[in-house]
């Protein structure tokens, strides 16, 4: 069985670090491309940040410089390293999975991948 597990969510200040984790249960980092999204109450969810079976990323505007996507295959898990936060980064973040590529990789608005945790709230506050 599939399942992705976030953690890390914490308030800080605009100008503030976090460090997002997740760890994959039932998935091979041979075969499940992984990545993170993002929800404010009210609005649709949105594409963060990507990574493919060979490491390449794809980052959404909003983030590019600022974030990082990354793995450890050993303790099947990925990571979002977020730097100079803002409130406007405020949202529920979630870490997700899909076998295969597609257009959610290229973080393309409606697609979405298949395998969804429960969030982790990140809330930047001044």
């Known amino acids: 069985q599939v399942q992705v597990v976030e953690s890390g969510g914490d308030l800080v200040q605009p100008g503030g670090s976090l460090r997002l984790s997740c760890t994959a249960y039932?998935?091979?980092?041979?075969?499940?491309?992984m990545g993170w999204f993002r929800q404010v109450p009210g609005k649709e969810r949105e594409g963060v940040a990507t990574?493919?079976?060979?490491?390449?990323?794809r980052y959404a505007d909003f983030v590019k410089g600022r974030f990082t996507i990354s793995r450890d295959r050993s303790r099947n898990m990925v990571f979002l390293q977020m730097n100079n936060l803002t409130p406007e980064d405020t949202a529920m973040y979630y870490c997700?999975?899909?076998?295969?590529?597609?257009?959610?990789?290229?973080?393309?608005?409606?697609?979405?991948?298949?395998?969804w945790g429960q969030g982790t709230q990140v809330t930047v506050y001044s």
């Open positions: 039932g998935i091979s980092f041979d075969e499940y491309y």
């Open positions: 990574l493919s079976l060979r490491e390449n990323t």
């Open positions: 997700v999975s899909h076998r295969g590529a597609g257009s959610w990789w290229y973080l393309q608005p409606g697609y979405f991948p298949d395998y």
